[in-house]
C-alpha cells in the first residue's frame, strides 16, 4: 500500500496542480466580459448515506525500512466501548556480525529486550497498571522479503520460553552492565522491556556448533524468532520500537569459569517483525451500531478496528461544475458510557477510497499531505476541541471530490483513523444529520 502512495506522488501532485490553477475564482475569467465571468456558489446540503463497518487487515511490514512501522503495539485492551482488541508482536531475530565461540562456557541468564516507544502519543488508555507478557517460540519460518499483514498468524510452541508481570516504565532509562571482552561497563540504555527466558533455551544456543553461528540462514533455520503476546486484560496498550537494535535476545554467560560475556541476536532493518490484531465487538456498546444504515453514532478506530463508510449518492449532479473546495467535517460524540474515559479522541483521522482492484488507497488530497509528511496542514483531520470532548474533524477533499463530480472515481469514502496500524485511538462521532460536506464551486456561464 505505501508503495503504490509513493509511486503515484507525483502524478498525483500534477492533477493538485492543475485542479489547483482551474478553481481559483479570482484568475478563472478575470479578462472576459461582465456578463461572461464564472459564476462563484457555495452548497453544503448534499445527502450523505453512512455506516459503521468492520476494519480490515492493515499493512504492517515490507522489505524496505519506508515499508516498515515505528511502533508496534502489545496488548489486550478491554474498551467499554468497542469491545475486545489484541496486538501480538512477532519478530525475527539475525546474528551479529561476528561468530561467536561458546566452548567452555556456562549460561547466566538468557534475556529479551523490548525497546519502549519514547513517543507517548504512541500509548493509549490507562497504561499505570499491572500488565503479563508471554514469549513463544514460533515454529514457522519468516520471509523478509514479503509483504505481511495484519491477520497473519505463525504457529508457535504451547510453552512460553519465558512471563513476565510488570508495571510500564516506557519513560525511565534503565542502568545495565555490559560485559565487554576486555572490561565491565555500566550504561544507560533507553526504556525498555527485558523478560528472563527459560534457561534450557538459553543453553540451547551455547551448545550450537559453529556451522548454525556462521551466518543468519543456518541459524534463522533453527530458530524461527519469537511472539510476544499478552496474557492479561488491561485498560491499555503498549507500544515498542522495534527498529531500535538495542531490541533483541541477550546471552549472557561465564567462560573459562571467570569471565563475563554477553552476546545480543539482535532486531534491526533486516529483521522481519509487525504486530497482528484481533478486535471482539460482542457484548460492547458498539455492537448494536455494526451495519445500521440509519442517522446513527458512527465508530472509527485504530489497529485493524471499525471505519466509518460514506456515500455520497448524487455527486454525480454536479456534472460541469468546477470545485474550489471541499471540506467534510465530523463531530465528536461523547456517549454516556464514555464520559470522563480515559479514552481519548483519535488525534487524526483520514479519507481513504477504493482502487479499482478493490484495495483501499488514501485520497488524493491524503496522499499528497502525507507524502510530505504535513498531513495536518495539507489535509486536516486532526481533532480540534482542546481540553474538551465536543470537537470536530475538518477535512480536505477537493481534488478527490471533483473526481467524484467526473465519474473517475467511486462516490464512496472510508473514514478512519491514522496512523491506523501505529495507534489504538479510537472516536465516537455524530451520525450523518450533523456531518457536515461543504463545496465552494465555480459555474461557467
Keep these: 500500500m505505501r508503495n503504490s502512495q509513493g509511486h503515484s506522488f507525483f502524478a498525483l501532485l500534477s492533477l493538485f496542480i492543475f485542479l489547483s490553477s482551474c478553481v481559483d475564482p479570482t484568475d478563472l475569467g478575470s479578462d472576459l466580459l461582465k456578463e461572461d465571468r464564472a459564476e462563484v456558489n457555495f452548497i453544503d446540503t448534499l445527502s450523505l448515506n453512512t455506516v459503521t463497518i468492520p476494519g480490515e487487515a492493515q499493512f504492517v511490514y515490507g522489505p524496505s525500512i519506508s515499508d516498515q512501522q515505528s511502533s508496534y503495539m502489545c496488548g489486550q485492551l478491554n474498551d467499554p466501548i ?114 528472563t527466558l527459560s534457561p534450557e533455551f538459553g543453553r540451547e544456543f551455547l551448545q550450537l556448533d559453529s556451522m548454525t553461528l556462521d551466518n543468519d540462514e543456518s541459524f534463522l533455520d533453527y530458530f524461527n524468532g519469537f511472539k510476544v503476546q499478552a496474557s492479561s486484560e488491561n485498560r491499555g496498550m503498549l507500544s515498542f520500537n522495534l527498529l531500535n537494535t538495542a531490541g533483541g535476545i541477550y546471552l549472557y554467560y561465564t567462560k573459562d569459569d571467570t569471565l563475563k560475556r554477553q552476546f545480543q541476536i539482535q532486531m534491526d532493518q533486516f529483521s522481519a517483525r509487525f504486530t497482528t490484531f484481533e ?106 476541541g482542546g481540553s474538551g470532548r465536543n470537537g470536530t474533524y475538518t477535512m480536505s477533499l477537493s481534488a478527490h471530490f471533483q473526481r467524484m463530480i467526473t465519474g473517475e472515481v467511486d462516490n464512496v469514502l472510508f473514514l478512519t483513523t491514522f496512523p491506523k496500524s501505529e495507534r489504538a485511538y479510537r472516536s465516537v462521532l455524530k451520525g450523518k444529520s450533523n456531518i457536515k460536506l461543504n463545496v465552494a464551486f465555480t459555474r461557467l456561464n
Design 82 to 195: 468497542f469491545g475486545r482488541s489484541s496486538a501480538t508482536i512477532y519478530a525475527q531475530p539475525r546474528l551479529d556480525f561476528f561468530t561467536p565461540n561458546f566452548s567452555n562456557t556456562e549460561l547466566d541468564s538468557v534475556v529479551l529486550w523490548l525497546p519502549y516507544n519514547t513517543d507517548s502519543l504512541a500509548y493509549y488508555g490507562h497504561i499505570n497498571e499491572e500488565f503479563t507478557f508471554d514469549v513463544f517460540r514460533v515454529n514457522e519460518r519468516f520471509d523478509r522479503n514479503r509483504f505481511y499483514s495484519s491477520d497473519t498468524s505463525f504457529t508457535t510452541e504451547a510453552i512460553p520460553l519465558g512471563s513476565r508481570t510488570f508495571v510500564p516504565r516506557p519513560f525511565d532509562s534503565v542502568e545495565v552492565i555490559r560485559y565487554n571482552s576486555t572490561f565491565l561497563d555500566t550504561i544507560t540504555f533507553p526504556p525498555h522491556l527485558r523478560i
Design 279 to 384: 478486535h471482539d465487538h460482542s457484548g460492547s456498546v458498539v455492537e448494536q451500531f455494526i451495519g445500521q444504515e440509519t442517522d446513527s453514532t458512527l465508530f472509527v478506530q485504530g489497529m485493524a478496528g471499525l471505519d466509518t463508510r460514506i456515500e455520497i449518492p448524487h455527486v454525480r449532479n454536479l456534472e460541469n461544475l468546477i470545485i474550489n473546495k471541499a471540506e467534510l467535517i465530523v463531530e465528536f460524540e461523547d456517549l454516556p458510557e464514555d464520559i470522563d474515559s480515559i479514552y481519548t479522541p483519535a488525534l487524526q483521522l483520514g479519507l481513504f477510497a477504493l482502487r479499482s482492484d478493490g484495495e483501499r488507497i488514501g485520497i488524493e488530497d491524503f496522499l499528497i499531505a502525507n507524502s510530505v509528511d504535513d498531513v495536518p496542514n495539507l489535509f486536516g483531520g486532526v481533532y480540534t
